[in-house]
């Protein structure tokens, strides 16, 4: 099945009116996720906000979003902590491992800065030592693996890495990856923001032991709701602690912690934006098979690399056709030094200003490298591609 040819602009509203290149940031929602969740916050303050319906609706709504997202990784329902978003995901999993001075973290370069900052500050309180493996600049996605392993040490506990990253677009192939680590004794925390959503998962193929990701990217859902897949074989202490984490005794104290990924979870949330993130789950299967639409984003994403890769003044950073629908690229000299990197900054800055402003195309700057990221959803065209090139093409000579 391909996907069908429904009205995308009257389905999502953000894409009436522009060509949208920020999934990587934030999906749009459709009419219909708009619409539950209107429904779902009436339908709570009708009931209550607070009482015996309204908790019954809540004890059917979040297992209902448990089971949803647990169907999109094939795993057990008992697995997933609903957090708020992938920082959140992370900060569960880096603070809740028991940390010993000389403990080691191996990470990527290429991390998302709100991760890297859980790490030194990790680092800084419990003398974990932080260890930086290159990936940036790799001809293929797959020698992450040996970048990996060659970084690997008898103390390293915990390696951290984007399964897809965010700056590149490069997919890291997380099965041998985490071969590599559990045969060296090391747990594996993969930052999934731009995965979910996008590409086939079955986690428990891959072995990965946390997998931190969020609704509101490729999942088209509602800001303010992801979640955290603990594998079951690993021991994770509970990072944020509250009601929602523990059991009570008959008098109502805390006996101890909910056996399941429920413990990570702390408190009250907005439960009408789980309806949302349920509906924008449901809505992406109408889209077709996991494999149909990510083969769609894939298709996209290389045809846009070689439209670029044909603009004179135009260089990808991936140095092929990324198997993601994030396509990064630098115009004009690489930055190689600082005052190269700060020309190089202020011009793709222009550029998503003059994209945006001028010609309704939506795109971002990244600082590391220095390059602009348009990102291709299923929900994309051809015609937006072409549009977006033809855009670039007509105002790189004002830039350059
Ligand atoms: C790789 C990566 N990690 C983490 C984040 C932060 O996501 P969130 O705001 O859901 O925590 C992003 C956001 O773009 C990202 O791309």
Same mark, same amino acid.
């Given at each position: ?9 009257? *389905? ?32 709570? %303050?009708? *009931? ?5 319906? =309204? ?15 647990? %169907? ?49 500050? +990790? ?13 940036? $600049?790799?001809? /293929?996605?797959?020698?992450? #693996?040996?970048?990996?392993?060659? #970084?690997? /040490?008898?103390?390293?506990? *915990? =390696? ?6 965010? $700056? &590149? ?14 045969? $060296?004794?090391? +747990? ?5 923001? %731009? ?79 789980? =309806? ?9 299967? &109408?889209? #077709? ?6 083969? @769609?984003?894939? &298709? ?16 990808? =950073? ?27 900054? @202020? ?7 003059? +994209?945006? $402003? ?7 700057? !990244? ?30 000579? /004002?830039? !350059?």
């Amino acid at each position: 099945m391909t996907a069908p040819s429904r009205d995308r602009q009257s *389905l999502y509203p953000a894409l009436a009116n522009k060509i949208y290149g920020n999934y990587g940031g934030q999906g749009p929602m459709c009419q219909q996720t708009l619409a539950a969740i209107a429904h779902a916050y009436q339908e709570v %303050q009708t *009931l209550g906000p607070f009482g015996g319906a =309204v908790k019954g609706w809540i004890d059917r709504e979040v297992p209902a979003l448990r089971q949803a997202i647990a %169907q999109e990784l094939h795993v057990a329902p008992s697995t997933i902590a609903l957090t708020e978003n992938v920082t959140d995901g992370c900060n569960i999993a880096l603070w809740g491992l028991p940390w010993e001075s000389g403990d080691r973290i191996l990470m990527s370069d290429s991390e998302h800065p709100g991760i890297v900052a859980i790490i030194q500050e +990790l680092g800084q309180r419990f003398g974990v030592e932080v260890d930086i493996y290159p990936i940036q $600049n790799l001809a /293929t996605d797959e020698e992450a #693996g040996n970048a990996i392993a060659a #970084g690997l /040490t008898p103390r390293t506990k *915990l =390696v951290v890495l984007s399964h897809i990253a965010w $700056n &590149t677009g490069a997919v890291f192939p997380l099965t041998q990856i985490v071969d590599h680590c559990h045969n $060296n004794g090391t +747990l594996v925390l993969a930052d999934a923001a %731009q995965t979910v959503g996008m590409l086939p998962l079955n986690l428990p193929e891959t072995g990965v032991d946390f997998y931190a990701f969020t609704g509101h990217k490729w999942l088209c859902g509602p800001a303010g709701v992801g979640g955290l897949y603990v594998s079951p074989n690993v021991e994770l202490r509970p990072t944020f602690i509250g009601w929602r984490s523990i059991t009570f005794t008959e008098t109502g104290a805390p006996a101890g912690y909910d056996t399941t990924a429920k413990q990570y979870e702390a408190a009250t949330s907005a439960y009408p934006l789980y =309806v949302g993130l349920r509906t924008a789950i449901a809505q992406h299967h &109408t889209w #077709g098979t996991a494999e149909e639409r990510y083969g @769609q984003i894939c &298709t996209l994403s290389a045809r846009t690399w070689e439209q670029l890769q044909e603009t004179s003044g135009v260089h990808c =950073v991936h140095p092929t056709p990324p198997k993601s629908g994030l396509i990064s690229f630098q115009v004009g000299d690489r930055p190689d030094d600082r005052t190269s990197a700060r020309i190089s900054r @202020q011009r793709h800055q222009k550029i998503v200003d003059t +994209l945006e $402003n001028k010609y309704g195309i939506l795109t971002r700057t !990244l600082l590391n490298p220095s390059c602009i990221r348009i990102c291709w959803h299923y929900l994309s065209t051809e015609a937006d591609s072409n549009k977006f090139v033809d855009a670039l093409s007509t105002l790189l000579p /004002t830039v !350059l």
